[in-house]
């Protein structure tokens, strides 16, 4: 330590120590306002940087590219070996609980999302908070959707629509509605075509919502980089999923799914105290 500064700090301690009772008793009085102020601004400060993440959503993951053009604008993009995407704070996108067709291929297309059943109409809503992309009309594909982008590091897109009630640049809160449901573009009946997306990366929905039960599968979803991830391909090529069942326990799944209750831990970010809930998605390799 400087000789300055230790010199400071001992004519500090001896101003403190020769304070009379009454400049010790201002101190003490004052010690809970002092706490106060500083709770005040710390609320001032997380209200701050909560508005900044709306703003700015998953900046150290997007810095500047921010194109309202294409649902995947990101080829090229740099993206992290492995990323835990926080899924609290949700909202389910419909209150629809019937899925009329699953992500993979169909007709030798690739289906990046989830269609759920809706009606014209019918409420769409946000499924995080977050801030509105694209709004566009694809005759041929989406139809009118909509592309939100959350702090999580999600972008959620929402497609098929009848109306879009955002536009570009919406902070949108998680819940808010931000379309109806609808037919429109390259659609057989009505539905809502829903879309996970990091980075570009088309995500199974199923791996972080339940629509049969109205809620999330986990609290978070731990996005893993393999040899098969690219801007064109989805992120799970080659894992291995579980959903747990009604009186399962880490140790049965492990046995049964042939790995260890530390594997299961690992990949999934929990311990072996977690309380697994139906429904739940685990990932087993």
């Not at 809706?118 to 769409?124: L, M, S």
Request: proline content about 3%.
């Amino acid at each position: 330590m400087h000789l300055r500064k230790l010199k400071t700090l001992v004519a500090a301690a001896v101003a403190l120590v020769s304070l009379d009772g009454s400049a010790q008793d201002l101190l003490a009085s004052q010690a809970p306002i002092d706490r106060t102020l500083k709770s005040v601004d710390s609320l001032s400060l997380k209200l701050q940087l909560m508005a900044e993440d709306l703003e700015y959503p998953a900046f150290d993951l997007y810095e500047e590219n921010w194109d309202t053009r294409f649902v995947n604008a990101y080829k090229g993009i740099a993206v992290p070996d492995s990323f835990r995407i926080d899924l609290t704070g949700y909202a389910m996108p419909t209150e629809s609980r019937r899925i009329t067709s699953k992500y993979g291929y169909r007709w030798r297309r690739m289906h990046r999302g989830l269609d759920v059943k809706v009606y014209v109409g019918d409420t769409i809503r946000s499924a995080f908070d977050g801030k509105v992309r694209v709004v566009k009309y694809e005759p041929r594909g989406y139809g009118k959707y909509v592309v939100i982008r959350h702090p999580n590091g999600l972008e959620t897109v929402y497609g098929h629509l009848s109306k879009q009630i955002v536009k570009v640049g919406d902070i949108v809160k998680a819940g808010e509605p931000i379309g109806l449901g609808g037919n429109t573009g390259r659609s057989t009946g009505s539905h809502l075509h829903f879309e996970t997306r990091f980075l570009g990366i088309a995500i199974n929905p199923i791996f972080m919502f339940d629509f049969e039960n109205q809620d999330i599968v986990c609290d978070s979803y731990l996005f893993v980089k393999d040899k098969s991830t690219s801007s064109k391909s989805g992120s799970s090529g080659g894992s291995k999923y579980y959903r747990v069942r009604s009186g399962d326990s880490l140790s049965k799944i492990a046995a049964r799914q042939g790995t260890t209750i530390d594997r299961l831990c690992r990949l999934n970010g929990i311990t072996r105290k977690t309380i697994l809930r139906p429904g739940q998605m685990l990932k087993c390799s």
